[in-house]
């Protein structure tokens, strides 16, 4: 939508689009960024920063509330069955974590040995998402900057060709479109990617800690209603930034 509302003033403004896309400045622009970023993180930290994009643009299949249903409901099943009866139940759960947190369980892990476990994974989730967000938003501030490296190199085109007016048009275009994908791509990719990365990053941990909580819950014995009555406090403190 962002890119549509910047094409469509130029084209509104009877400006054509081939005057906004030079790849002079998108070499400048978006190489000058990668190159700067691979420079402050490694290049696998950066790829799969860039890998982690997709994904946090696709909302996860389970919510809170889901995830309180089952817990409780395989709590109702153990109580009745005892844990080992939830080994058949765990093999059908998608979701890596909530799969490895459930066998733990049925494995007859202790509540501290559970903990520390499922806490190593959270934090390392947690500190990658937040790696990938610390990326683009190193990318949003070397983007303008290199804009306006663009810019200036695009003035000294210019400036050496003032003899020869057919070559300035090019000097000029490059300058200002250089300018133009440095503020945009900023303020249009790299730091809303990095606004939306930390979102999910928050949103990710608060469900693993509801998974977390609820399978201590359940190994400790525990009530379903107790359960549920715990987990739904999460409910509360994930409400309107989990949706």
Not at 50 to 77: C, M, W, Y
Not at 81 to 98: Q, V
């Amino acid at each position: 939508m962002g890119l549509a509302v910047v094409v469509g003033g130029q084209v509104l403004e009877g400006g054509s689009l081939e005057a906004i896309f030079q790849p002079t400045a998108v070499l400048i622009v978006f190489g000058g960024t990668f190159a700067a970023l691979f420079v402050q993180y490694s290049i696998g930290t950066v790829i799969r920063s860039v890998a982690l994009v997709g994904s946090t643009f696709v909302s996860p299949k389970d919510n809170l509330q889901e995830l309180i249903t089952d817990i409780t409901g395989f709590a109702r099943h153990a109580h009745r069955h005892g844990l080992l009866s939830l080994e058949n139940k765990a093999k059908h759960i998608a979701d890596p974590f909530f799969n490895k947190a459930l066998q733990l369980v049925v494995d007859g892990s202790g509540l501290e040995e559970l903990k520390s476990i499922l806490e190593i994974e959270i934090d390392y989730d947690d500190e990658r998402r937040l790696t990938a967000s610390r990326v683009f938003e190193s990318a949003g501030g070397y983007a303008p900057t290199l804009g306006i490296l663009g810019a200036v190199l695009g003035l000294i085109q210019v400036m050496e060709n003032l003899a020869d007016p057919s070559n300035l048009g090019q000097g000029i275009a490059v300058a200002f479109v250089a300018t133009v994908y440095g503020v945009a791509s900023a303020n249009l990719f790299w730091l809303p990617f990095a606004g939306k990365i930390r979102q999910r990053a928050r949103d990710e941990a608060i469900r693993k800690e509801l998974i977390l909580e609820g399978m201590l819950s359940l190994a400790s014995g525990e009530s379903p209603r107790l359960i549920q009555e715990r987990l739904n406090g999460f409910l509360v403190k994930a409400d309107g930034k989990t949706k």
